[in-house]
């Protein structure tokens, strides 16, 4: 029997006849087209993604086995959960743009971290997860275990201590939908986060070792394992929300393996699609296009590979209703 059309999904393929609008359509296609020869897929996410909730719209992707691993930033990996336990708190500033140095000041003062139009409350969000944090953190030390960034906040999610603290629908958030599919995450540069600034100060007070969490190192060397399983056949394609560490690390591992390790036999990362509104200029890799990464040995020739030059929170959301058929 065939399956109804969604609404979104029948939108878009009546509307986005041309230039990025097509552009989403033929990524969407060829996602699902990856999937359906049996392909996996990593999902990169750089930028604000969680605090724009996309986890309405990832979670359901993870709970329906449309995406196989997701490389983020250490931010995107703690923010869905601050989003999660301190939605109310959040402030919107539609105006930011009008924000005097001063407006932004006192901002700070009030505990207050603006992401564009949106304010993070430090209390409710920051503090409320790091009390919970720190000691998984030291109960781990103190029992001689390491393990991932990611795998200590599933640690935090599964133990339940947070529930009662819920502000959205659990479903919405997609490292509860993560946790609970227990999908690999590689956070590179986890430093660069709250909780990777708040456990660097309790090592510099004395109060952890370095070591008990692991390196971006061990996550490259995981990743390799996991890529030689899966670079096989149809392989794993590339789904790439921003630019930045998020995506360039863990598309770095299919070079790695051919030039420095000389593994034979592996494919090129299979699919390729970035959403991006960076340009092709002034060096950056955001902005670079699909072709380029063919001399870094990243895409194959035959990769199909897709640009959609747009907001990622608008794009994302709208490729994910179509490959969900909503």
């Not at 359509?25 to 990856?34: F, N, Q, S």
């Not at 006192?106 to 009390?131: H, M, S, W």
């Not at 590979?305 to 490729?319: F, G, Q, R």
Request: proline share 3%; net charge negative.
């Amino acid at each position: 029997m065939k399956q109804n059309t969604g609404a979104v999904r029948s939108f878009l393929a009546n509307n986005f006849l041309h230039f990025n609008a097509a552009s989403l359509v033929d990524a969407a296609k060829g996602y699902e087209d990856h999937l359906a020869k049996g392909g996996k897929m990593l999902v990169s996410l750089a930028g604000a993604m969680s605090t724009a909730e996309l986890g309405i719209s990832l979670a359901e992707m993870i709970r329906q086995d449309k995406i196989a691993i997701i490389s983020c930033t250490g931010a995107n990996l703690e923010e869905d959960i601050m989003n999660l336990v301190a939605h109310s708190h959040y402030k919107r500033i539609p105006n930011y743009r009008d924000l005097t140095p001063q407006d932004e000041l006192e901002l700070l003062n009030n505990k207050y971290n603006r992401v564009t139009d949106t304010c993070i409350p430090e209390e409710e969000a920051f503090r409320k997860i790091q009390g919970h944090i720190e000691k998984i953190w030291k109960d781990a030390e103190a029992a001689g275990e390491r393990y991932f960034p990611h795998e200590y906040m599933y640690q935090l999610l599964r133990s339940g201590v947070l529930e009662h603290e819920y502000e959205i629908d659990p479903k919405n958030s997609w490292m509860l939908a993560a946790a609970e599919k227990n999908i690999p995450i590689v956070v590179p540069g986890w430093e660069d986060s709250t909780m990777g600034n708040i456990f660097a100060s309790y090592v510099i007070k004395g109060e952890l070792q370095a070591s008990t969490v692991k390196s971006g190192i061990e996550y490259m060397i995981w990743l390799a394992g996991f890529y030689q399983t899966h670079a096989r056949n149809q392989g794993i394609g590339f789904f790439q929300i921003g630019g930045g560490i998020a995506g360039d690390f863990a598309m770095c591992v299919a070079p790695m393996l051919e030039q420095d390790l000389e593994v034979e036999g592996l494919c090129k990362w299979t699919y390729y699609c970035q959403i991006t509104d960076s340009t092709t200029s002034y060096g950056s890799y955001s902005g670079c296009i699909p072709n380029e990464k063919i001399t870094w040995g990243k895409l194959d020739v035959e990769t199909p590979s897709y640009v959609i030059e747009s907001d990622a929170t608008i794009v994302a959301p709208l490729i994910f209703a179509w490959i969900l058929n909503q």
